[in-house]
Nanobody, 113 residues
Framework: QVQLVESGGGLVQAGGSLRLSCAASGRIFSIYYMGWYRQAPGKQRELVARLTRGGINYADSVKGRFTISGNITHIDLQMNSLKPEDTAVYYC??????????WGPGTQVTVSS
């Protein structure tokens, strides 16, 4: 089992910044990569950024504005130039293999216009 604890999030005006953090504990040696996903009301959960052993991936919608950093056991997501469309619940994810992955409880990010 892997446990994920998220922190950060909140309410910010458009153009502002927020920082999310996620710490993993438990069977951390089994983690292949970690990342951040988000889910807006009425929409499917989508990848925001992912930190793997081989590199970093970003969703096109956040490239140039968001930066993921950290390692396999702790990741941060620095979010700059936030837009109202970034409003969502953000989830930390730890991927072990196709049939085993873990999710944090989620943290709300709200960007007002």
């Amino acid at each position: 089992q892997v446990q994920l604890v998220e922190s950060g999030g909140g309410l910010v005006q458009a153009g502002g910044s927020l920082r999310l953090s996620c710490a993993a504990s438990g069977r951390i040696f089994s983690i292949y990569y970690m990342g951040w996903y988000r889910q807006a009301p009425g929409k499917q959960r989508e990848l925001v950024a992912r930190l793997t052993r081989g590199g970093i991936n970003y969703a096109d919608s956040v490239k140039g504005r968001f930066t993921i950093s950290g390692n396999i056991t702790h990741i941060d997501l620095q979010m700059n130039s936030l837009k109202p469309e970034d409003t969502a619940v953000y989830y930390c994810n730890a991927f072990v293999h196709a049939r085993e992955e873990y999710w944090g409880p989620g943290t709300q990010v709200t960007v007002s216009s």
